[in-house]
């Protein structure tokens, strides 16, 4: 009998949280996956668990990626990548840096809003909308006035009246994470990535938006599979840009879905030419900026 047997070795999956909340987010993927994955959900800059951004220059997509590409670069195995909305900004950033070592990738609509600026006319539309937001939330956070600011935020993200409807201890955990708000927005709007650039991304990619996806990411996650060479579409029903968490058991199926079918090369997938459909993109690319 083998004394010293090695402990086996589980996949690993990293869950990218949205704007102002945390790990807690992926707790029923987590419990989907089951055992067979090891599941890290790192928690971005503003949690209670990683605190406030250090100051040291300005905050960009690359600070917060830091923590991720720590957890991949400690492995020497590929590693699954998930997140939603800021989570998908961030891991965006992350393939792009570490492509290699990405087994498959998982977005909900990520917050890509730098993809905006280098869109047509739909794309400054989109751009123009969050970028209203982006300022509302910003002028309340320098006022000192973070309620209002939050309650902006979230209604525009939720729906009208769910910031008044929320736990005081919920209102609570955001008015603490608000300082980071014009931070996150600053860093997606200003991220120099060109769209060209995910061409490269030759991985299972799986882009998924709820039916009632706002106008920013809603254009976004229509017009990343194009830029994907490996990419599935999925629309949640009924669902909006929180769905990981109003639709969690739909969403986590599809994830966990996902992911073995890219443990899984026999299974037939969506093969694109490298470069992705790029007709389709085209229609909203502004090639002359």
Not at 90 to 115: G, N
Request: glycine content about 8%; overall charge negative.
């Amino acid at each position: 009998m083998n004394m010293h047997r090695q402990p086996e070795i589980r996949t690993r999956v990293i869950a990218l949280h949205c704007s102002g909340a945390g790990a807690s987010q992926w707790a029923n993927f987590t419990a989907a996956l089951g055992d067979d994955y090891e599941v890290f959900a790192p928690e971005h800059y503003g949690s209670a668990m990683t605190g406030p951004w250090t100051g040291e220059h300005a905050f960009t997509i690359a600070d917060e990626a830091i923590r991720t590409i720590e957890l991949i670069d400690s492995t020497k195995e590929k590693v699954h990548l998930v997140g939603h909305s800021y989570g998908g900004g961030v891991a965006l950033h992350v393939a792009l840096t570490r492509p290699d070592k990405i087994a498959s990738m998982a977005l909900y609509e990520p917050s890509a809003f730098h993809l905006l600026r280098q869109m047509g006319e739909i794309g400054r539309n989109a751009f123009g909308e969050i970028a209203s937001v982006a300022q509302q939330v910003s002028e309340g956070v320098l006022s000192g006035d973070y309620r209002s600011s939050l309650a902006c935020f979230v209604d525009y993200w939720n729906g009208p009246g769910t910031w008044d409807a929320m736990r005081p201890s919920a209102q609570g955990a955001l008015i603490r994470w608000a300082p980071m708000g014009p931070l996150e927005f600053r860093a997606l709007m200003d991220d120099s990535t060109s769209a060209n650039a995910y061409c490269q991304l030759s991985f299972p990619v799986l882009i998924m938006r709820g039916q009632y996806a706002p106008l920013p990411t809603r254009v976004i996650a229509q017009a990343l599979p194009d830029l994907l060479p490996l990419t599935r579409s999925v629309v949640i029903e009924n669902a909006g840009h929180m769905g990981p968490l109003t639709h969690a058991a739909a969403v986590s199926t599809r994830l966990v879905a996902h992911i073995a079918a890219a443990e899984r090369p026999e299974l037939p997938l969506l093969r694109l030419p490298v470069g992705g459909n790029s007709t389709l993109f085209a229609k909203y690319l502004d090639w002359s900026r």
